[in-house]
């Protein structure tokens, strides 16, 4: 079995910076797409960014240039800085990997910007 655990969520102010990450644990073969989506409140889980096994990222337009992805194959953890955070940036972000083939899932962690 394969787990997925998020940290480094909290409480920032407007224009802050926070650096999430998602470790996996588990038997552990090969780990090719890692990604982060977010739920706000009322509103569908929408990804956010996503690093492929050859480190090719992709950033929707409403986050591009803010959120930075990155992993670290060697721990298998993916990591997401946060910059320039906005109030519409509250969320629970969720971390994804495709490990040996399947989806995992993190169980979230929020993020609330707020001054």
């Known amino acids: 079995q394969v787990q997925l655990v998020e940290s480094g969520g909290g409480l920032v102010q407007p224009g802050g910076s926070l650096r999430l990450a998602c470790a996996a644990s588990?038997?552990?073969?090969?780990?090719?797409?890692m990604a982060w989506n977010r739920q706000a409140p009322g509103k569908q889980r929408e990804l956010v960014a996503s690093?492929?096994?050859?480190?090719?990222?992709y950033y929707p337009g409403a986050v591009k240039g803010r959120f930075t992805i990155s992993r670290d194959n060697a721990k298998n953890t993916v990591y997401l800085q946060i910059d320039s955070l906005k109030p519409e940036d509250t969320a629970v972000y969720y971390c994804?990997?495709?490990?040996?083939?399947?989806?995992?899932w993190g169980q979230g962690t929020q993020v609330t910007v707020s001054s």
């Open positions: 690093i492929t096994s050859g480190l090719n990222t």
């Open positions: 588990g038997s552990i073969s090969r780990i090719s797409t």
């Open positions: 994804r990997m495709s490990v040996n083939g399947r989806d995992y």
